[in-house]
C-alpha cells in the first residue's frame, strides 16, 4: 500500500520563524507534488519534484528519493503564509494518480 | 491562461434536484480530474479523463456522472445526491506527455451542500 506520511499535523510559528514539514512515502514513486490549501479554497502547486532541490521565492522544497523523504522549507515566514500544506505523491506513467498526504496546517502569528 | 476555472462557487441542492459542477482549462491540458473533499480531509480521487475519455473511475456512485464535451471543459452531472455528499469538488488538469511527470494544476473548487 502507497501511504503518504506528513510531520507535524498542525504548526504554530511566529512570524520571520524558518518553517520545515516533512513527508515520507513509503514506495518508489514517479514525482511529489507539494500543495497550498487556504481555508475554504482550492488547491495551489507549489512544487512537483523527482530529485534535488527546487526554490521558488522564500519555498524551498527537497527530495531524497533513496530515503523517500521530502521537505518543504519556509524562510522568513509570513502570516499570510498560513495555510494547509499537503505532500502528494505521484505513482504511475504519465497519468499517475496522486496519494495525498493528510496535510500540515501552518499557523504563522504576527 | 494558466488557470483552472470553475462554476459555481457554491451550489446548495435538495437531494431531488439535478445540477451540474463545469470545469474549464485553456492550457491544452489533456487529462482531467475530478476530485471530492471533505473537511480536514485530503483530496479523493473521483474521475479522470483522458484525451476526453474516462480512463478512471474510483467506484463513484451513479449519482455522479462526468462527462467532457471538449478538450478544454469537464462537467459533473449530479442527481439525486445525499446529505453525505457535500464537500468541496476540486478539479484538476494535467498534460499527457509521456515519460514526464505531469504536474496537477487545480481549480478553486465548488462547495456544494446537499440538503
Known amino acids: 500500500k502507497n501511504e503518504v506520511e506528513q510531520s507535524p499535523q498542525n504548526l504554530t510559528a511566529q512570524e520571520g520563524e524558518f518553517i520545515t514539514i516533512n513527508c515520507s512515502y513509503s514506495?518508489?514513486?514517479?514525482?511529489l507534488h507539494w500543495l497550498q490549501q487556504h481555508p475554504g479554497g482550492g488547491i495551489v502547486s507549489l512544487f512537483m519534484?523527482?530529485?534535488g532541490k527546487k526554490k521558488h521565492g522564500r519555498l524551498i522544497a527537497t527530495i531524497n528519493i533513496q530515503e523517500k523523504h521530502s521537505s518543504l522549507h519556509i524562510t522568513a515566514s509570513h502570516p499570510r503564509d498560513s495555510a494547509v500544506y499537503i505532500c502528494?505523491?505521484?505513482?504511475?506513467?504519465?497519468?499517475?494518480?496522486?496519494?495525498f498526504g493528510k496535510g500540515t496546517k501552518l499557523s504563522v502569528k504576527p | 491562461d494558466t488557470e483552472v476555472t470553475q462554476t459555481p462557487k457554491h451550489l446548495v441542492m435538495g437531494m431531488t434536484n439535478k445540477k451540474s459542477l463545469k470545469c474549464e482549462q485553456h492550457?491544452?491540458?489533456?487529462?482531467m480530474y475530478w476530485y471530492k473533499q471533505k473537511a480536514k480531509k485530503p483530496p479523493e480521487l473521483m474521475f479522470v479523463?483522458?484525451?476526453?475519455?474516462?480512463?478512471i473511475n474510483e467506484s463513484v456512485p451513479s449519482r455522479f456522472s462526468p462527462e467532457c464535451p471538449n478538450s478544454s471543459l469537464l462537467n459533473l452531472h449530479l442527481h439525486a445526491l445525499q446529505p453525505e455528499d457535500s464537500a468541496l469538488y476540486l478539479c484538476?488538469?494535467?498534460?499527457?506527455?509521456?515519460?514526464?511527470?505531469?504536474?496537477?494544476?487545480f481549480g478553486p473548487g465548488t462547495r456544494l451542500t446537499v440538503l
Open positions: 479523463y483522458s484525451y476526453e475519455k474516462l480512463s
Open positions: 502528494a505523491v505521484l505513482y504511475g506513467g504519465s497519468q499517475g494518480n496522486l496519494i
Open positions: 484538476a488538469s494535467s498534460r499527457m506527455l509521456a515519460g514526464e511527470y505531469n504536474e496537477q494544476f
Open positions: 514506495v518508489g514513486i514517479s514525482a
Open positions: 492550457m491544452g491540458h489533456r487529462a
Open positions: 519534484l523527482s530529485s
